[in-house]
T-cell receptor, first 114, second 115 residues
C-alpha cells in the first residue's frame, strides 16, 4: 500500500525566510506525488506534481519540490515566504497512477510571521 | 469558466438522518471524485465517477453512496448519519480522470455537522 508521511503538523517561518515542508512516501512501485494547498474555507489547489522525468518540479507561487528516490522524499520548498503563503499543505500519492484517486498525508499548517 | 461548485456549503443534521450533497464539475469535465476531510482521519478518498459509472471506491461503509448524472453532476448520499460523519466533504473534477497529466480541481466543500 502506498502512503505519505508529513513531518510536522505545524511549521512557523518568518516572512522572507525559507519554507521547507517535509513529505516522505512509502511505495513498492514508482510513485506519483503531488502537493496541494488549502486556504481557510476553501478547497484544495494543486501546487505541483511529480510523475516521471525531471526530479526537480516547479509549481505555482514560487514553490518547488524535489523527488529523491534514495530518501523516499518529496519535500516542498520556497526560497522566501510571503504572508499569503499561510495555509495548510498536503502531500499526496496516487495509488493507481491516476490523479483522480489520491492518498493524502495528514497536512502541515504553515504560519508566516512578520 | 466556472469552477467546481458544491451545494449546500453548510449543513446540520441529526444522528440517524440521511443527507445528499451535490457537486457540479467544471464544464466539460467528466470525472468527479469525492473526499472526506476530518481532523482525525485527514483527507480520505470516497469514490470516483466517470460517465455515470463508479470507477473507483475508497474504504467506506455502504452508508456512503453516490451517483453521477448524464451532465456529469454528481451527488453523494450518506444514510443513517453518525456523529463521526461530521466532516468537510470535498468534490473534485477532471477532464477524464485518466493519466497524470490531468489536474484535479477541487470545490470549496460542504461542511456537514451531525448532532
Amino acid at each position: 500500500a502506498q502512503s505519505v508521511t508529513q513531518l510536522g503538523s505545524h511549521v512557523s517561518v518568518s516572512e522572507g525566510a525559507l519554507v521547507l515542508l517535509r513529505c516522505n512516501y512509502s511505495s513498492s512501485v514508482p510513485p506519483y506525488l503531488f502537493w496541494y494547498v488549502q486556504y481557510p474555507n476553501q478547497g484544495l489547489q494543486l501546487l505541483l506534481k511529480y510523475t516521471t522525468g525531471a526530479t526537480l518540479v516547479k509549481g505555482i507561487n514560487g514553490f518547488e519540490a524535489e523527488f529523491k528516490k534514495s530518501e523516499t522524499s518529496f519535500h516542498l520548498t520556497k526560497p522566501s515566504a510571503h504572508m499569503s503563503d499561510a495555509a495548510e499543505y498536503f502531500c499526496a500519492v496516487s495509488r493507481t497512477g491516476t490523479a483522480s484517486k489520491l492518498t493524502f498525508g495528514t497536512g502541515t499548517r504553515l504560519q508566516v510571521t512578520l | 469558466k466556472a469552477g467546481v461548485t458544491q451545494t449546500p456549503r453548510y449543513l446540520i443534521k441529526t444522528r440517524g438522518q440521511q443527507v445528499t450533497l451535490s457537486c457540479s464539475p467544471i464544464s466539460g469535465h467528466r470525472s468527479v471524485s469525492w473526499y472526506q476531510q476530518t481532523p482525525g482521519q485527514g483527507l480520505q478518498f470516497l469514490f470516483e465517477y466517470f460517465s455515470e459509472t463508479q470507477r473507483n471506491k475508497g474504504n467506506f461503509p455502504g452508508r456512503f453512496s453516490g451517483r453521477q448524472f448524464s451532465n456529469s453532476r454528481s451527488e453523494m448520499n450518506v444514510s443513517t448519519l453518525e456523529l463521526g460523519d461530521s466532516a468537510l466533504y470535498l468534490c473534485a473534477s477532471s477532464l477524464l480522470g485518466r493519466g497524470l497529466s490531468e489536474t484535479q480541481y477541487f470545490g470549496p466543500g460542504t461542511r456537514l455537522l451531525v448532532l
